[in-house]
Structure formats: C-alpha cells, structure tokens
Nanobody, 123 residues
Framework: QVQLVESGGGLVQPGGSLRLSCAAS????????MGWYRQVPGKERELVAV???????NYAHSVKGRFAISRDNAKNTLALQMLTLKPEDTAVYYC?????????????????WGQGTQVTVSS
C-alpha cells in the first residue's frame, strides 16, 4: 500500500511563502503523475497543480505565477513552493498520485492521497 505524507503547512501572513513537501513510502514517482489539491470546508476539492512523470506541469489559474510544483523521482518526493500567499489560499492541501495519463484535473482519477496539511494565510 502506498502512503503519501505531506509536511510544511502552517500559518503565514498575506504575501508570505510556504513550501509543502510530500514523501511517498514506495517508489511510485517513476510511473505516477503527482498533484496537489486543496479543499476548504463546504467546497469540493480543487486541483492546484499537477506534474507528469516527464515533468510537465499545469496550474490552476488562481495560483499560476505564484506556485511552483516540482518532483524528485529519485527521492520519491513532491514539492509545492507557494509565494505571495493570499487569504483565499487558506485550505487543507493534499498530495495525490495517479496512474492516469489524461484528465489529470479529475480528482476521481487519483489512486492515492495523503492526509493533508493545513495552510492558513492570515494577518
């Protein structure tokens, strides 16, 4: 069973930055695309960023230019660098892995999920 463990969340002021990390328990990074999702209470989980095995990345419009997703296949780790954070970025952030090759914006296509890490942007 694959386990994904996120870290790096916390409380930050608007305009600040955070770096989230995700570690996998087994070597799946060579075959799985990886994504970061976020969710706030009462709303559906939304895709923040996704990166394919080959390293191609896509971002939600709301974070483009502020967030950067990266992966280290050798270390089985995924990262999300978040800059210029806004209060509306407040959410629980989840790391997820999918064996799918298309429709990577569909949360139902992801096979494994982490437990999530809280990010709060507030003054």
């Amino acid at each position: 069973q694959v386990q994904l463990v996120e870290s790096g969340g916390g409380l930050v002021q608007p305009g600040g930055s955070l770096r989230l990390s995700c570690a996998a328990s087994t070597n799946i990074f060579s075959i799985y695309s990886m994504g970061w999702y976020r969710q706030v209470p009462g709303k559906e989980r939304e895709l923040v960023a996704v990166i394919t095995v080959g390293g191609s990345a896509n971002y939600a419009h709301s974070v483009k230019g502020r967030f950067a997703i990266s992966r280290d296949n050798a270390k089985n780790t995924l990262a999300l660098q978040m800059l210029t954070l806004k209060p509306e970025d407040t959410a629980v952030y989840y790391c997820a892995a999918t064996a799918a090759y298309f429709r990577l914006d569909d949360a139902n296509r992801y096979d494994y999920w982490g437990q999530g890490t809280q990010v709060t942007v507030s003054s």
